[in-house]
């Protein structure tokens, strides 16, 4: 069964609103989770790291103030695309470390449209 | 830099059609190599991966075997089902302080016709 759940599936809103995206570990405590965007037809695109108990470590080019991440549990990453945009619509995945550096496993994907 | 490079999609096959989805790569160090899968509505799914050089990774009927000659890693298998119809994306990692860092490819769509 799944191992990381996210939460919405789907999500459309307004521009100028912000809209949080849960990811959950389902199995095991996550010190580590990761947060990537995928744009149609184009691959994922690592955003940040999340550290539970600390900040998260973004990628080069990603706005961390308009991408805020929190990692407040061993079970739960969110993510908040603050005054989204129509350009910020896309496919965001998470993902948790598995038992060991070289495994990660996927939640399904939460699909953004901002309007 | 690191980066993954797979061929494009669809690829449309007929059912017990031989199926190859050519994936090559550039790396600084030595990276680990895997295939996901995505079925529709899920997340992705490792199928395979391989560890070092000569490796080959293997499940489901799929195959892959990390050729560092040619920075390869091509997915193969002998005889698709309807069922294998999904996305399949290539990656690799590198170690980088206690995690790895993944590197995916663009995704190659593959339609089975019964």
């Known amino acids: 069964g799944a191992v990381v759940s996210q939460h919405p599936s789907r999500v459309i809103c307004k521009s100028g609103t912000s809209v949080k995206i849960e990811c959950r570990s389902l199995d095991f405590q996550a010190t580590t989770m990761f947060w990537y965007r995928q744009f149609p037809k184009q691959s994922l695109m690592l955003m940040a790291t999340?550290?539970?108990?600390?900040?998260?470590?973004?990628e080069q080019g990603v706005e961390k103030d308009k991408f805020l991440i929190n990692h407040a549990s061993l079970t739960l990453s969110t993510l908040t695309v603050t005054s989204a945009h129509p350009e910020d619509s896309s496919f965001y995945i998470c993902?948790?470390?598995?038992?060991?550096?070289?495994?990660?496993?996927f939640g399904p994907g939460t699909r953004l449209t901002v309007l | 830099g690191n980066s993954v490079t797979q061929m494009e999609g669809p690829v449309t096959l007929s059912e017990e059609a031989f199926l190859t989805i050519n994936c090559t790569y550039t790396?600084?160090?030595?990276?680990?190599l895997f295939w996901y899968v995505q079925y529709p509505g899920e997340g992705l799914q490792l199928l395979l991966k391989?560890?070092?050089?000569?490796d080959k990774g293997s499940n489901k009927g799929f195959e892959a075997t990390y050729r560092k000659e040619t920075t390869s890693f091509h997915l193969e298998k002998g005889s698709v089902q309807v069922s294998d119809s999904a996305v399949y994306f290539c990656?690799?990692?590198?170690?980088?302080?206690?995690?790895?860092?993944?590197?995916f490819g663009s995704g190659t769509k593959l339609n089975v016709k019964p």
């Open positions: 391989a560890t070092k050089a000569d």
């Open positions: 999340s550290n539970e108990g600390s900040k998260a470590t973004y």
């Open positions: 990656a690799l990692s590198e170690p980088l302080y206690n995690f790895n860092k993944f590197y």
């Open positions: 790396a600084t160090g030595y990276p680990s």
């Open positions: 993902s948790r470390q598995g038992s060991s550096y070289n495994e990660q496993f």
